[in-house]
């Protein structure tokens, strides 16, 4: 596959992404912040979130796998992992977690447990489509492109 | 707007060497930023950010690390970034932390969007609160902050009344009229704490800064709020309605709503005294320590603690505009509360009262009950100036409380140097006799010196002698010399209210005196920062001469005494010129006083004193004083005055570490028109 092309096919991808619901503008601000000096930003950043997301998620199937679990733990677990999901922009898992929260402030233990599977699925989701888009990233960079500038202008 | 010329700063790398309130000729380019976050994808994020907008970044995960490297870097940085929630401290910690030790912009940022959070930064004194995830346009600004608390710190200084320690030319006007455009009262306190260090830094730097002239809220001045916020209704208080009624030139709207907040939060703080008491105290007490480190000969513990209080004012400051401002103060833990120190005292009750008052950071309210509580001599006519007196007094004190646990600590001071006070009593009652003689010569000279020693006066001369003086405060059996601090909101009141507690601490008193001497070095910070060392003085002053007059006549002639004292005190506060210490004029002037009055004479002072007062209008002591001689037969009273002065000492030393923090401005007595 040519350069253009590639390119043109991580860009419909880019977009799906946003259009999805997957990412939101705040991915676009870290995509801006990318630049020649700093070609990786992004793909560090989000390496960085998936480290310290699986982190919190395993503290969190482990605070909500106590006998007696503490809810406050489990606040704190999931009020940071809402702000590094929407520091990168990963909408869902955002709202996933916002929901997380509201249910542990009730402390409904299964529904804190059922929206611990729908935040972990939501964050593998979308785990798996930036790394999907970051492949493409390479590919083009490896066929001597360059990664287009997104705008979005939906 | 480089407030300085010390312009060489210049390049971003060399941080260090930038003295604060420098900018850099590129700014905002070249901003120092901390940023404190857990998340390791926020902070990484924000260094990206921010680098991308110029600025120098320092990034942390933990909040202790942050801590010691702004410690380490003293005017390292210019701003901080912190998030709320983090695993090793508090973010609301934190930001009080750096609040009163280095006194920087703090920006707090959180996921959490609630009101409840964003409030808890605003009252915590944050200058801004940044909901995540944040984005680069929200960072590309916030070197307002930086800027607008330069500018608020300037603009209090072309505001103050001070003409001689106003710094007119260092007019900003110009230039902060090219940045943040209104006031930022959320800021005053940062820019207060700010002033206060940065002037502390700058003296003790030697650094040139520009002096930046500070509002004067004197007695009168503050009377005068008080009667517009009055007549608006508390609710109905806006700065700008409050700035038509008082109609005072050169007063702008920011000064007003900067004075506005630090009245709010002083009769919050009255309200919600009881349990602030024990964490006020201690606060107190430490800052005490801090600032009588020096003073030592009294009571020992009480000037100790004061000398250490002075010593390390920001950090009684700290301390105190930190439980002035709500945050949690590390000092905390009054053991005792003061009412049951109070109960220590012989005069108990009064003191109690006071000391109650006090505790409420001189709540308005609370002076009112200190006159109630004032020794008996006082007549109920003369309790009911000194409420009124009080009043002002506490609405001075407001300030001061408002300020912060100061006015607690001072109480604390109070009441735990009460049950020493009761000691002194006894002693200084063997003394009250020699006291008329001496026209507390000793004493005035003690509390006097006592005040100003502990500022900047032969401390341990002055305090050598205010155990003498301690009777004067402790005014013989009776004075409750729990004279709230509060009760002595500054000037007019404070001597009744004041006095009484003062009196009761005899060796608080001395520590108040010693607070005051005390204080007086934190005045002296204030002052310098203020260059509203009227406050100070004023309050010193007026606690001295009090002191002094209650001792000379123990029912009379102190309060004679001490006027003339002071009288004395704010001609000769000249002497002292250059130095805020009104205190100390004060002190000089009381301890003249002392030498030479007798009986008539000490009442002529304290006619003159009234008079003194009154000149003082100017400063916060002039209501008073008006105050004082409407009620004068507060003075003949002598527990008005030895009140106003035990009120107006115990005010000193409270005012004294809160006014660091609150900048207290005006407040001083530094007017004692000589």
Redesign the interface.
């Known amino acids: 596959m040519e350069v253009g092309q590639m390119q043109r096919q991580w860009m419909d991808y880019t977009k799906s992404l946003f259009l999805e619901g997957y990412l939101d503008g705040q991915f676009l601000q870290l995509q801006q912040l990318q630049d020649d000096s700093n070609p990786d930003f992004v793909a560090e950043v989000v390496s960085l979130f998936f480290e310290d997301s699986e982190r919190l998620l395993n503290d969190l199937t482990n605070a909500l796998d106590q006998k007696c679990i503490d809810f406050k733990k489990a606040d704190a677990h999931i009020h940071q992992l809402k702000g590094s999901s929407s520091s990168i922009g990963a909408e869902r898992v955002k709202n996933c977690c916002i929901i997380f929260r509201s249910l542990c402030e009730e402390q409904n233990i299964d529904a804190c447990i059922r929206c611990l599977q729908q935040v972990k699925q939501e964050y593998f989701l979308v785990k798996n489509k930036l790394e999907t888009l970051f492949g493409m990233e390479q590919q083009i960079v490896a066929a001597g492109g360059s990664i287009p500038k997104m705008e979005l202008s939906f | 707007m480089n407030p300085s010329g010390k312009g060489s700063m210049s390049t971003i790398s060399t941080s260090s060497a930038r003295k604060a309130g420098e900018l850099v000729p590129d700014f905002p380019a070249g901003l120092r930023v901390l940023v404190v976050d ?5 902070l ?2 924000l260094e ?2 921010l680098c ?1 907008c110029l600025y120098e970044v320092t990034k942390c995960n933990r909040a202790e690390t942050a801590l010691s490297l702004l410690r380490e870097k003293k005017n390292g940085f210019d701003i901080v970034i912190s ?1 709320v ?1 983090m ?1 090793d401290m508090d973010g609301f910690k934190l930001l009080e932390h750096i609040g009163l030790e280095m006194d920087l912009p703090v920006i707090m940022m ?3 969007d609630g009101k409840n959070v964003v409030m808890k930064g605003v009252t915590h004194g944050a200058c801004d609160y940044l909901i ?5 346009e929200a960072l590309k600004n916030i070197w307002q902050h930086v800027v607008r608390k330069r500018k608020n710190e300037w603009k209090d200084l072309e505001q103050s009344g001070s003409a001689e320690e106003g710094d007119r030319q260092q007019k900003q006007s110009a230039d902060e009229a090219d940045y943040s455009s209104s006031a930022n009262e959320g800021s005053w306190k940062n820019s207060k704490k700010r002033r206060d260090e940065d002037e502390d830094a700058e003296e003790r730097d030697d650094t040139s800064a520009l002096k930046k002239p500070r509002v004067v809220w004197s007695v009168d001045l503050h009377q005068q709020f008080v009667a517009a916020v009055n007549q608006l209704g508390i609710d109905k208080a806006v700065p700008k309605k409050i700035l038509e009624l008082m109609n005072v030139p050169g007063l702008t709207r920011e000064n007003v709503a900067s004075h506005l907040q630090k009245y709010r939060l002083y009769l919050r703080r009255l309200s919600g005294v009881s349990q602030h008491q024990g964490s006020l105290n201690n606060s107190f007490i430490s800052t005490q320590d801090a600032t009588f480190g020096s003073i030592s000969s009294l009571n020992g513990i009480d000037l100790q603690t004061l000398a250490a209080a002075s010593q390390h004012p920001a950090q009684s400051l700290a301390t105190l505009q930190a439980a002035g401002l709500g945050r949690s103060t590390a000092k905390a833990g009054v053991p005792m509360s003061i009412v049951d120190q109070r109960n220590l005292f012989s005069f108990e009750n009064p003191r109690l009262r006071f000391g109650e008052g006090q505790q409420q950071h001189m709540n308005s309210n609370k002076t009112m009950n200190l006159l109630h509580g004032i020794p008996t001599t006082m007549e109920p006519k003369q309790l009911v100036n000194l409420h009124q007196s009080t009043q002002s007094l506490g609405s001075l004190n407001m300030r001061v409380s408002a300020t912060t646990p100061q006015s607690s600590p001072l109480i604390m001071q109070m009441a735990q140097s009460q049950p020493r006070g009761q000691m002194l009593s006894e002693s200084i009652a063997s003394h009250v006799p020699r006291l008329p003689t001496a026209m507390a010569q000793p004493n005035v000279a003690n509390s006097v010196l006592g005040r100003d020693g502990i500022a900047d006066v032969s401390r341990g001369s002055v305090y050598n002698q205010i155990p003498q003086t301690s009777p004067m405060l402790s005014f013989p059996g009776n004075q409750t010399t729990e004279v709230p601090i509060n009760s002595f909101p500054l000037g007019s009141t404070p001597g009744i209210s004041n006095i009484t507690p003062k009196s009761n601490f005899q060796d608080e008193v001395t520590s108040g005196m010693k607070g005051s001497g005390g204080f007086a070095p934190s005045y002296d910070i204030f002052n310098e920062l203020h260059q509203q060392k009227s406050n100070d003085w004023e309050l010193q002053n007026v606690g001295l001469a009090y002191d002094a007059s209650q001792h000379v006549n123990p029912l009379q002639g102190n309060i004679d005494v001490s006027p003339s004292v002071l009288v004395h005190q704010g001609f000769p506060s000249t002497q002292q010129a250059g130095q805020n210490r009104e205190a100390n004029s004060i002190g000089k002037a009381m301890y003249s006083l002392g030498e030479g009055m007798d009986q008539t004479n000490l009442q002529n002072i304290g006619q003159n004193l009234n008079t003194l007062l009154v000149d003082n209008s100017v400063r916060v002591k002039t209501e008073r004083v008006p105050d004082a001689s409407s009620q004068s037969n507060l003075f003949p009273e002598h527990y008005g005055q030895e009140d106003l002065l035990s009120a107006f000492l115990k005010q000193q030393e409270g005012m004294g570490p809160a006014e660091s923090e609150f900048d207290f401005d005006g407040y001083s007595l530094d007017n004692i028109p000589v």
């Not at chain 2, 857990?38 to 926020?42: A, E, I, L, V």
């Open positions: 857990d998340d390791p994808t926020c990484m994020i990206k950010m991308t998030d929630h695993p959180s996921a959490d995540k995830p944040v984005r680069i």
